[in-house]
């Protein structure tokens, strides 16, 4: 089945700093990707759509200046954690999907630790 | 606006019994259902999917159900056994502009050797 490669799978870093966590799709192209978020013993809430080489479209609540989304290719997707902050530590996961399937592959997850 | 609750919220069996998930969603304009599996701080596993012209899926011990016309879905695990503890989580890909996939909260199963 398709691949979807997310990386890095753990980050710790110290607040203030920016953090870019990378989602691939490995043998597809993926002209739509989402980004999803998981606060601690809760489910998985979706942050922003991606369409390749247009600007994401993000979830109500969720700042975009915050949280950068890049789609700049159709196996390449990057979330930006801008200034991070300990209660930006949380599991992050991307999906991607083709224009043609009716499935989303799901990648492995990032945890994010903001010290 | 769709909304996905799963029941219970954990689930404590001795090994070896038959066990029922229960996924409930309240718009039946979906593009299909998918159940996955999460061991604790990993990642997502895709358990089965089923697509909205389908009854049910079939894997190993699994056994998933969708009935779309009330909003309901079930994963039947047959013979559980400790290695199936883990949180459950259904998800729906709805109808709209972006064909979002909405999850529910999960469901905590712990199977007691």
């Known amino acids: 089945g398709a691949v979807v490669s997310q990386h890095p799978s753990r980050v710790i870093c110290k607040s203030g700093t920016s953090v870019k966590i990378e989602c691939r799709s490995l043998?597809?192209?993926?002209?739509?990707m989402f980004w999803y978020r998981q606060f601690p013993k809760k489910s998985l809430m979706l942050m922003a759509t991606?369409?390749?080489?247009?600007?994401?479209?993000?979830e109500q609540g969720v700042e975009k200046d915050k949280f950068l989304i890049n789609h700049a290719s159709l196996t390449l997707s990057t979330l930006t954690v801008t200034s991070a902050h300990p209660e930006d530590s949380s599991f992050y996961i991307c999906?991607?999907?083709?224009?043609?399937?009716?499935?989303?592959?799901f990648g492995a997850g990032t945890r994010l630790s903001v010290l | 606006k769709q909304e996905v609750t799963q029941i219970p919220a954990a689930l404590s069996v001795p090994e070896g019994e038959n066990l029922v998930l229960n996924c409930s969603f309240t718009?039946?304009?979906?593009?299909?259902l998918q159940w996955f599996r999460q061991d604790p701080g990993k990642g997502l596993t895709s358990l089965l999917l089923?697509?909205?012209?389908?009854r049910e899926q079939t894997s190993g011990r699994l056994n998933a159900s969708l009935d779309k016309s009330s909003g309901r879905s079930t994963l039947y695990i047959a013979a559980s056994q400790p290695g199936d503890s883990a949180t459950y989580l259904c998800?729906?890909?709805?109808?709209?502009?972006?064909?979002?996939?909405?999850f529910g909260p999960g469901t905590s199963l712990s199977v007691i050797p």
């Open positions: 999906s991607a999907r083709t224009g043609m399937q009716n499935i989303q592959y």
């Open positions: 043998d597809f192209q993926a002209t739509t």
């Open positions: 991606s369409n390749e080489g247009s600007k994401a479209t993000y």
């Open positions: 718009d039946s304009a979906i593009y299909n």
């Open positions: 089923i697509q909205s012209s389908q």
């Open positions: 998800a729906v890909r709805v109808k709209t502009s972006y064909d979002k996939v909405i």
